[in-house]
């Protein structure tokens, strides 16, 4: 089956830093979303981005689809951003293939 | 309602009891999804229901789990005899059968095996 990975596992940041979070796959794929897990277990949507470009708020994302990889951009972080981000492609009838995520921590 | 509703919340119980999980999918999304979270882990996809054709259950851990949906409504995903290493989160989604649309996520059920 097609393998997803992200970098970097763990992301320790202040405040008000940048980030950029990296998602690899291995196959083509017609679907890729990003997502952020709160601290209370909440999975909620960031993207639905199978290739381009996106953004929304302080947040963007961009897939390059013939080259396996999407990264998710995160510009003047706050504490509430904090969470585990998670990229997962694939989806019909043999569901998303999730990587494993990118644990971030925004310290004030 | 807006969103995907799963129900319960948490539960906690003992080893070896019957445990039934529900989940409301968005009206009118034809898919519907089953995904368990082990702490600390990704998503591990489980089974898909799609209209009224008969799901791939290949997906499904082991032969204690089981899942049902009527229609494009309501999914209840059963595991018997319960054993700790079944403890997690088990999350639910819908979906519309659009390729240029996204899945949608519940907020789990958190199942807590003693």
């Known amino acids: 089956g097609i393998q997803v990975e992200q970098s970097p596992p763990d992301l320790i940041l202040q405040e008000g830093a940048n980030s950029t979070l990296r998602c690899n796959f291995s196959?083509?794929?017609?679907?890729l979303q990003w997502f952020h897990q709160n601290p209370w277990g909440q999975l909620i949507n960031l993207f639905y981005i199978p290739s381009g470009t996106k953004q929304n708020g302080r947040l963007s994302a961009t897939t390059v689809a013939t080259e396996r990889y999407s990264l998710l951009y995160i510009s003047s972080s706050q504490t509430t951003d904090s969470g585990v981000y998670f990229c997962a492609v694939g989806g019909g009838a043999d569901g998303l293939t999730f990587g494993k995520g990118t644990h971030l921590i925004i310290q004030p | 309602g807006a969103g995907v509703s799963q129900s319960p919340s948490n539960k906690v119980t003992e080893k070896g009891k019957d445990v039934e999980l529900r989940c409301d999918p968005i009206s009118g999304h034809t898919a519907l999804y089953w995904y368990r979270q082990r702490l600390g882990q990704g998503l591990e996809f489980l089974i898909y229901?799609?209209?009224?054709?008969?799901?791939?259950k290949s997906g499904l851990p082991s032969d204690r789990f089981s899942a049902e949906r009527t229609g494009e409504s309501v999914s209840t995903l059963t595991i018997q005899r319960t054993q700790q290493e079944d403890s997690a989160v088990y999350l639910c989604?819908?979906?519309?059968?659009?390729?240029?649309?996204?899945?949608?996520f519940g907020d789990g059920t958190r199942l807590s095996i003693l």
């Open positions: 196959d083509s794929v017609n679907n």
């Open positions: 989604a819908s979906w519309p059968g659009l390729w240029n649309q996204p899945q949608h």
């Open positions: 229901f799609q209209g009224n054709s008969a799901p791939d």
